[in-house]
């Protein structure tokens, strides 16, 4: 343990609340980060936090953005902590921007290692959600967050539901005379971290688990005594018709942590705390990688992501923007995975040597929608011949668990087997780098075929180094070949749009899909055009919308032609998410990405072939500059 850095944290709050052993532990998973230049080192809304970051020394700003101007500046001082409130609260997504002058250092700490924190120590979590509480009741603070309601997804939104969506009904409760062991075991019994007091049949106040902790424990108490003696009194009470910010600022400006929460009669019907209200998109990430995380089968995993849909649901209507459905559907995706690549470990034993397992496809762009399949594959470091055939059965088997797991899970096999369970698709890094440079240089239709799913390759589990040092050699062998360019550009024609020369939807005639178009297919000419553009320009990055910003901000791209594409894109996802959700929900049948152009609104129909039209403009930008014919 480093001893400066257990001092440093036991002065600082909030880790100073957390007990001597837990602060030793982070002591431990502290890194230094060190910067030499003035610069805006998270930006508000984009940047995402992998760590928590607690200023060492130097000068730093958080600042909020609108319309180019910083609102609300205030200095981040040496000790204060930077990104938990956003890491808690809005999936990672840095909430205000940090600007940081030279010569400026920061202790870091795994996110995973400060949520870990969280669950465990009401009090420290309270720390962060207690300080974004009293930010609320600034007007100024309160106005910035309503101009971007807009984005229904931050979890902010929720704020304006009703009370009674999120609050416990299940009242626990018992008589002001009973003891505190009584009181005790009937919160073991029921799981519950609160119980009401009852005294002549009115609830006359709470007791938590934080006041056994605090008044009971620490004060050695004798359990034998009435539970009234530690119970908080009087009890704070809210209507059911409040609003969920309404019980927010409330339990800020009275600093309880539980409100009973009455009816029209002024009977208690449930409580609720300052947990549940944090928590009450639970049908966002937040809780719903909590959960996944808890499982201890792929049974309960699949049960949990069965629940997906209700959720995708829940945001499409409440106005959410489809590219943050992608990556809430991403987000659980992940978390899945993972926690089933744990489960195959655990039974097989550890990996012999370094691997990765790499995504591709769909989900490799993080554009997963409820009609998906799997497309994964594993590298592992290289060995010598000796030791080639074990490692490569290890990692055979590995595949082999992770895929059928993932297919009860509900993710379905890939028909074209391009899967890690697929020898071919197990092999080691030097394999992969041949692979994808035989893809380069000898870009047939096949080859073609396999470029548009394994270039769309990102980390999944394992040592990144091997998937980065994968894409440094793709990068490498694309190095002016003009030619495999040329081919993917010529590709692109075999895209064909459903809207004909009259601007008539093109539909199916005949089958189980008649009167219909694959929108699916639409959009696979946007991801062809930002795909193409992204290896040219050496991106990195897989999403669509993604390489598309990067594309408009290296200027490969107007900033007028990024804004039509990007949204035509967006509309189509959405759509494309709307009607798999009503096919599932509505019509109890299978997500399909079939459109009936007749059952859509004037608007949607006339939209869509605006959209159209705007797309075959990016073909033809493709036959231009790599092929230069139009």
Not at 16 to 30: F, G, R, V
Not at 139 to 149: A, E, S
Not at 365 to 391: G, M, P, Y
Request: aromatic share 12%; net charge neutral.
């Amino acid at each position: 343990m480093n001893q400066d850095y257990f001092l440093f944290l036991s002065n600082i709050e909030p880790f100073s609340l957390l007990p001597k052993k837990e602060i030793k532990h982070i002591a431990d998973l502290i890194q230094v980060e060190l910067y030499d230049e003035k610069k805006i080192l998270f930006r508000q809304g984009i940047s995402k936090l992998e760590k928590l970051y607690i200023l060492k020394e130097g000068t730093a700003e958080r600042f909020y953005e609108d319309i180019d101007q910083k609102i609300i500046r205030d200095a981040l001082h040496k000790g204060e902590v930077f990104g938990g409130i956003s890491i808690i609260l809005n999936e990672s997504v840095v909430i205000r921007s940090l600007e940081i002058d030279d010569n400026t250092s920061f202790y870091t700490i795994p996110k995973n290692a400060f949520l870990s924190l969280c669950d465990k120590y009401d009090d420290f979590k309270y720390h962060f959600t207690n300080i974004f509480g009293k930010r609320m009741l600034d007007k100024t603070y309160l106005n910035l967050i309503r101009q971007k309601k807009s984005d229904k997804e931050q979890s902010i939104q929720f704020f304006s539901n009703s009370i009674s969506s999120v609050i416990r009904r299940n009242i626990l409760f018992c008589g002001a005379n009973n003891s505190i062991r009584d009181a005790a075991i009937l919160m073991k019994q029921h799981k519950c971290g609160s119980i009401l007091i009852k005294q002549e049949g009115r609830y006359i106040g709470i007791t938590t688990d934080q006041d056994f902790r605090n008044r009971v424990v620490a004060a050695d108490l004798n359990i034998s005594n009435p539970i009234s003696d530690i119970m908080s009194y009087p009890l704070i009470s809210i209507s059911d018709h409040s609003s969920v910010f309404e019980a927010f600022i409330k339990i800020m400006k009275t600093g309880v942590k539980h409100l009973a929460v009455i009816n029209n009669e002024n009977d208690a019907i449930g409580v609720i705390s300052n947990s549940d209200l944090i928590n009450a998109q639970g049908k966002l990430p937040f809780l719903f990688i909590k959960e996944i995380n808890k499982a201890v089968s792929y049974e309960e995993i699949s049960k949990k992501q069965k629940e997906l849909p209700q959720s995708i649901y829940t945001l499409i209507n409440e106005g959410a923007k489809a590219q943050n459905v992608n990556n809430f559907v991403t987000a659980i995706t992940d978390a899945i995975l993972e926690k089933l690549i744990n489960f195959a470990i655990d039974e097989l034993g550890q990996p012999p040597v370094k691997f990765a397992f790499m995504v591709m496809g769909s989900e490799g762009r993080k554009e997963q929608t409820l009609k998906t399949d799997q497309d994964n594959a594993i590298i592992f470091e290289d060995v010598n011949e000796e030791e080639l055939e074990s490692v490569n059965a290890y990692f055979l088997k590995l595949g082999d668990l992770v895929c059928n797991m993932l297919d009860k899970t509900g993710y379905d096999f890939c028909e074209g087997d391009i899967m890690a369970k697929n020898p071919k698709w197990c092999q080691p890094i030097s394999i992969w780098k041949k692979y994808f440079k035989d893809w380069v240089y000898n870009a047939g239709p096949e080859a073609l075929l396999q470029t548009s799913i394994f270039f769309d390759f990102r980390f999944g589990y394992g040592d990144i180094s091997l998937v980065n040092g994968l894409r440094d050699s793709l990068f490498n062998f694309l190095d002016d070949r003009k030619g495999f360019f040329s081919n993917l550009a010529e590709n692109t024609s075999n895209f064909r749009l459903p809207i004909g020369f009259f601007g008539n939807f093109i539909v199916e005639s005949k089958g189980k899909f008649k009167n219909t178009f694959d929108i699916k297919w639409a959009m696979m000419l946007v991801v062809d055009f930002a795909r193409i553009y992204a290896l040219k320009n050496k991106i990195s990055a897989t999403n669509t919308m993604e390489r598309l910003e990067l594309l408009s901000k290296k200027n490969v791209i107007s900033e007028s032609d990024y804004n039509e594409i990007s949204h035509s894109y967006s509309y189509m996802m959405n759509l494309r998410f709307t009607n798999q959700i009503h096919a599932l929900i509505n019509e109890g049948g299978e997500p399909n990405n079939n459109i009936n152009p007749k059952k859509l609104s004037k608007i949607d129909q006339q939209t869509l072939k605006e959209i159209f039209k705007k797309t075959e403009k990016t073909r033809a930008k493709l036959q231009l500059d790599f092929l230069k014919v139009i």
